[in-house]
């Protein structure tokens, strides 16, 4: 079992481009959670995605925005980027039938320039 | 809104001392209660939880007890070894199943051989 897979493993992007990232959940899981995690930071969550749709969504702007496929695979897309949006995002992937736990990805370093 | 706070950081220590990480939250209901650990370079790793007042999580020597009189979940561990240096994060989910954690800003933990 691979676990949560994510790519890419560090992106450097410029002011003002827009960035796509993706993630691939654990074998067995159908939801996935967005999270955005500053230096030195706790992570703040982004939004959850379940059955292809938008569950909850955390206090981010419309920039970022998402998307879940059929196989549950998901991908963050982050417009108009700020420097402020350097981060490490990480995704987490759960099954509403597995109980609690979340399995994190080890996450996608973004830096805006 | 649902929040974590953790004891600040960082946290250094010798091989075979005792450690105390301190956290408190604050939720509208009766939170799960989560430690997850971030070694270098990698993503979030749950350690332990617990889902009710009183109940002990526990997982390679860490313990921690969800206290609602104190609205507190701190984290112990008896003798600590230099492989335990890393990242700990204190989280809670508000509502079972949908599995949206809200974390403390984390404590970095050190320890000296």
């Known amino acids: 079992d691979a676990g949560v897979t994510q790519s890419p493993t560090h992106l450097i992007k410029t002011r003002g481009q827009q960035v796509t990232l993706r993630c691939s959940p654990k074998?067995?899981?159908?939801?996935v959670s967005w999270y955005q995690q500053a230096l030195g930071q706790g992570p703040q969550f982004i939004f959850q995605?379940?059955?292809?749709?938008?569950?909850q969504r955390g206090n981010f702007p419309d920039r970022f925005s998402g998307h879940q496929f059929p196989n549950y695979s998901s991908e963050l897309n982050v417009n108009a980027l700020w420097l402020g949006d350097s981060a490490l995002y990480l995704c987490?992937?759960?099954?509403?039938?597995?109980?609690?736990?979340?399995?994190f990805g080890q996450g996608t370093r973004l830096t805006v320039v | 809104g649902d929040s974590v706070t953790q004891m600040e950081g960082p946290v250094t220590l010798s091989e075979e001392a005792f450690l105390t990480i301190n956290c408190t939250y604050t939720?509208?209901?009766?939170?799960?209660l989560f430690w997850y650990v971030q070694y270098p370079g990698e993503g979030l790793q749950l350690l332990l939880k617990?889902?009710?007042?009183?109940d002990k999580g526990s997982n390679k020597g860490f313990e921690a007890t969800y206290r609602k009189e104190t609205t507190s979940f701190h984290l112990e561990k008896g003798s600590v070894q230099v492989s335990d240096s890393a990242v700990y994060f204190c989280?809670?989910?508000?509502?079972?199943?949908?599995?949206?954690?809200?974390f403390g800003q984390g404590t970095r933990l050190t320890i000296n051989p």
């Open positions: 939720a509208t209901g009766y939170p799960s």
């Open positions: 989280a809670l989910s508000e509502v079972q199943g949908a599995q949206k954690l809200v």
């Open positions: 074998s067995g899981h159908d939801t």
């Open positions: 995605y379940y059955e292809e749709e938008e569950r």
């Open positions: 617990a889902t009710k007042a009183d």
């Open positions: 987490a992937s759960s099954s509403l039938s597995g109980g609690l736990e979340a399995f």
